[in-house]
């Protein structure tokens, strides 16, 4: 018994699935899932995502996995739309905070000049014998400041130095000594 066994006719193979597109749909997945890493993750999910139909494409049918690419690429998308919108919501709370910050230093700073006008109008006064109701110049008080310097508002307002016994007082709203004190209070 001599049988012959027919060739085997050739299996065709099953196409393989794209790995570009599997990684397009997991850094899709994660960008969407993980903000504070999406700007990691969407950027390659886009690349991965054209690169894999692109390849697939070129395979003619030899790859797999178009809807995979196509829905990592959404993902992906979605991931730069989530991403700004982070930013978006995190700029309208710190921006106003920001501001806010920067306008209490520069009232604080102001407040401490004029803590130094009046140390030096005491000192000017008690230096020259002047009574309560004596009013220095700039120039009168300018020795008493380091670097001889007067001290200028750093939020862009005007001095006004006053009689001794009175407070020097700033023309910028809330800038001035008594309004210091009643915060605290």
């Not at 982070?86 to 803590?115: D, E, W």
């Not at 006004?160 to 009175?166: E, F, K, L």
Request: aromatic letters at 8%; glycine letters at 12%; one cysteine or more.
């Amino acid at each position: 018994m001599n049988e012959t066994i027919p060739p085997t006719a050739g299996v065709p193979s099953q196409p393989k699935t794209s790995t570009l597109a599997v990684w397009s749909l997991i850094l899709g997945i994660v960008s969407l899932s993980i903000p504070c890493f999406s700007i990691l993750t969407f950027i390659p999910g886009i690349i991965c995502g054209h690169m894999g139909l692109s390849r697939i494409n070129k395979s003619r049918g030899g790859l797999t996995g178009n809807g995979l690419a196509i829905a990592g690429l959404i993902t992906s998308y979605l991931g730069i739309f989530m991403a700004i919108a982070s930013l978006g919501l995190l700029g309208a709370i710190a921006i106003p905070n920001f501001v806010k910050a920067r306008n209490t230093s520069m009232q604080n700073a102001c407040i401490n000049n004029l803590r130094q006008i009046q140390a030096a109008k005491s000192e000017w006064a008690l230096e020259k014998e002047k009574g309560p109701g004596d009013v220095p110049t700039a120039n009168d008080l300018t020795p008493y400041f380091a670097g001889g310097k007067f001290p200028v508002c750093p939020s862009g307002g005007t001095y006004t130095i006053g009689a001794v016994s009175n407070a020097p007082a700033c023309s910028v709203s809330g800038h001035s000594l008594k309004d210091f004190a009643s915060s605290y209070q």
